[in-house]
Every structure is written in structure tokens, then in C-alpha cells.
């Protein structure tokens, strides 16, 4: 867990997911039995599905940029059951599409990796599959 940020909100880290969430959302627990008692999971995803957006575009940022946000929005995408996603990394060099590509590849959430198909994007857009 983090400081809060100017929103009042804190990256909080359960297993491999990282949320977002507001800092008075969060209570403080004496055990591990009550805090699993407390876990409210289900009305937090259903709340993100609906507003979810099925593309992030990284285009003109570097990777070191790219990848919180990258890592943040694979994260909300599985929590909100999305099966898929596309991230715009663009053309350019390759090189952020090789280093997204790569992050993609090793991490958890995501099964499989593909380009989108020529005439939604090509090698600029990654099809990212998610668990």
C-alpha cells in the first residue's frame, strides 16, 4: 500500500492485483479472519464493468510511462471480467510495442497476445487476452 494520492485514493496490492481505492474506504483489521470477513469484492467489479474502456492508448509515451498505466488497467480489466483488451502502442520504431508485448507475455492475467487484425490496427494494436 501507498501514500494516498491528491484524489485520496491508494494503490492497495492483493496477490497479483493492484486497485485503486478511495483511503477512507479502508478499515483497519485485528486478524486475518475479519479481514477476509470484510472483503467486498463483488459490488466493486460490478461498478467498474460498466464503465470499463476495452482500449488504453500508450501512444508517444516511454515504456517507464507506459507501464503504470498499463499495469493498473490489466488489473481493472480482469477484475471487471473483460475477456480482452486492446492497448495502442502505435507503429513508430517497435520499440514500446516490444517492450509492452513483453511485459504482456510474463504477466499473470494475461493468457494469449496478438495483433489486431490489419484493418483495426495491425502491428500498432495489441490484443491482449485476459484469464
Same mark, same amino acid.
Given at each position: ?52 474502456? $476495452? ?13 503504470? @498505466?498499463?499495469? =493498473?488497467? #490489466?488489473? &481493472? *480489466? ?14 513508430? $520504431? ?13 504477466? @499473470?492475467?494475461? =493468457?494469449? #497476445?496478438? &495483433? *489486431? ?15
Amino acid at each position: 500500500m501507498e501514500l494516498p494520492d491528491k484524489q485520496g485514493n491508494v494503490l492497495v496490492q492483493l496477490g497479483i492485483l493492484k486497485m485503486s481505492l478511495p483511503v477512507n474506504s479502508l478499515t483497519y483489521a485485528e486478524s486475518q479472519e475479519e479481514a477476509r470477513g470484510r472483503v467486498q469484492t463483488k459490488s466493486m467489479i460490478s461498478k467498474k464493468s460498466k464503465n470499463f474502456k $476495452t482500449e488504453l492508448d500508450l501512444r508517444g509515451q516511454t515504456f517507464e510511462e507506459a507501464k503504470i @498505466q498499463l499495469e =493498473k488497467y #490489466i488489473d &481493472d *480489466a480482469y477484475l471487471s471480467g473483460m475477456p480482452s483488451v486492446r492497448i495502442i502502442h502505435g507503429k513508430g $520504431t517497435g520499440a514500446l510495442r516490444e517492450k509492452v508485448r513483453n511485459f504482456l507475455h510474463h504477466y @499473470q492475467p494475461v =493468457k494469449k #497476445i496478438e &495483433d *489486431a487484425k490489419m484493418n483495426e490496427g495491425g502491428y500498432g494494436v495489441t490484443i491482449a487476452y485476459l484469464n
